[in-house]
T-cell receptor
Framework: AQSVTQPDIHITVSEGASLELRCNYS??????LFWYVQSPGQGLQLLLK??????LVQGIKGFEAEFKRSQSSFNLRKPSVHWSDAAEYFC????????????FGSGTRLSIRP | GAVVSQHPSWVICKSGTSVKIECRSL??????MFWYRQFPKQSLMLMAT?????????EQGVEKDKFLINHASLTLSTLTVTSAHPEDSSFYIC?????????????FGAGTRLSVL
């Protein structure tokens, strides 16, 4: 069965510091991987996605993620966080087929220390 | 990019009443839409897959008679919470896969916060 694990429930980093949010997945086939961000009371915004090709993907707002098949990981990184990055971050996995459902991890809440 | 509109954004209702939530794909067609439920400080749990012109597919444990889904057109899916009770209070979010070259990307509505008194 497919699943996504985000081991960190809550992370606090100082503004300007680097960030890495962890994501591990379990999937029987080649997965599509996503990172979404959700601000309080809002819907989800797609940060980046991995379908195939280069394992280091660039996203919006200065985020990037690296797909490591050997570790079943898709960690999200940002070299320098801004106060506006405080939000909930969800890693998700989907099947390699069109219009398929995706499964979300439990989320990591990011707080920024001034 | 594709836009998904969800309405209303917030609804308060009395226990025992029914509430309808709409999910529209504004600039693209969606033969499939997905409905999620999110409890405070928790992740999104897939409730059902809405299929245009056919019955919805519900995830295990989701009551079909409680959460009625209708997908009557290529741009509109509705979720009706019937005989709502306080335990149905939650944040409901819909999504639709993009069309053409964007089929593997889900676009999400802004969500509907349901409060049942």
């Amino acid at each position: 069965a497919q699943s996504v694990t985000q081991p960190d429930i809550h992370i606090t980093v100082s503004e300007g510091a680097s960030l890495e949010l962890r994501c591990n997945y379990s999937y029987g086939a080649t997965p599509y991987l996503f990172w979404y961000v959700q601000s309080p009371g809002q819907g989800l915004q797609l940060l980046l996605k991995y379908f195939s090709g280069d394992t280091l993907v660039q996203g919006i707002k200065g985020f990037e993620a690296e797909f490591k098949r050997s570790q079943s990981s898709f960690n999200l990184r940002k070299p320098s966080v801004h106060w506006s990055d405080a939000a909930e971050y969800f890693c998700a996995v989907g099947a390699v087929s069109s219009a398929s459902k995706i499964i979300f991890g439990s989320g990591t809440r990011l707080s920024i220390r001034p | 990019g594709a836009v998904v509109s969800q309405h209303p954004s917030w609804v308060i209702c009395k226990s025992g009443t029914s509430v309808k939530i709409e999910c529209r794909s504004l600039d693209f067609q969606a033969t499939t839409m997905f409905w999620y439920r999110q409890f405070p400080k928790q992740s999104l749990m897939l409730m059902a897959t809405s299929n245009e012109g056919s019955k919805a597919t519900y995830e295990q444990g989701v009551e079909k008679d409680k959460f009625l889904i209708n997908h009557a057109s290529l741009t509109l899916s509705t979720l009706t919470v019937t005989s709502a009770h306080p335990e149905d209070s939650s944040f409901y979010i819909c999504s639709a896969p993009g069309d053409r070259g964007l089929k593997n990307i889900q676009y999400f509505g802004a969500g509907t916060r349901l409060s049942v008194l």
